[in-house]
């Protein structure tokens, strides 16, 4: 079952902060971020895995509720180039190896 | 530059048509995946690949294989093309790494996708 996405879009001014959510109803054991720009190909952005690891750029920082199945991407101090499509990917514990992605969530920085 | 390649880059064919659609992993990578993209849309997983087997099936129409040959490339093919069909088609290979916890993780590289356009 695909991950839930929150906001599906949002628009902010350089500088600004954003905060994007990412749910699932199962059992997670990671969440991946990614970020896309139209018509590229999506780029890794950060994995959270059960138990409190990560691995994932300087500049961006996540969370993972394990308890309630959730994830959020922090993005500080927008730069016009976070502008794209974020998508949360889900492993399921105890499945192969399968991403599931959300629909997406549109960001648009202004300058 | 992602080191997954993909061909072609773009491709426009009719309704009842065939394609094939290639994708290079990243040197040492023996995992393949596919996904669709429509437009606008999340990415639907189809398939994936670890050398040279069928490891999992995600939502792939009956029309449409894949396979991985022993140089690891994979194939994606495409019959009885319908409009719907229309859209854009990744590749991902994987690598398995392992966190300072013991944790490990997979993490996918895309490549560029073909873009297929059926009229």
Redesign the interface.
Known sequence: Q?PVQSPQAVILREGEDAVINCSSSKALY?V?W?RQKH??????LM?L???????GHDKISASFNEKKQQSSLYLTASQLSYSGTY?C?T?SSGS?????????TQLTVLP | D?GVTQTPKHLITATGQRVTLRCSPRSGDLSV?WYQQSLD?????LI?YYNGEE??K?NILERFSAQQFPDLHSELNLSSLELGDSA?Y?CASSVV?S???G?T?????????T?LTVL
């Open positions: 695909q990671s991946h990614y018509g590229e190909a999506p780029v890794f994995i895995l059960k138990g409190g690891e990560q691995k998508f990917g492993i192969a190896r399968q991403l599931t992605f959300g629909s997406g | 992602s995946y849309q999340g990415l639907q997983f994936q490891r999992a995600g854009l990744f790494g966190l300072a916890g944790g993780y997979n993490e996918q590289f895309f490549g560029p996708g873009r």
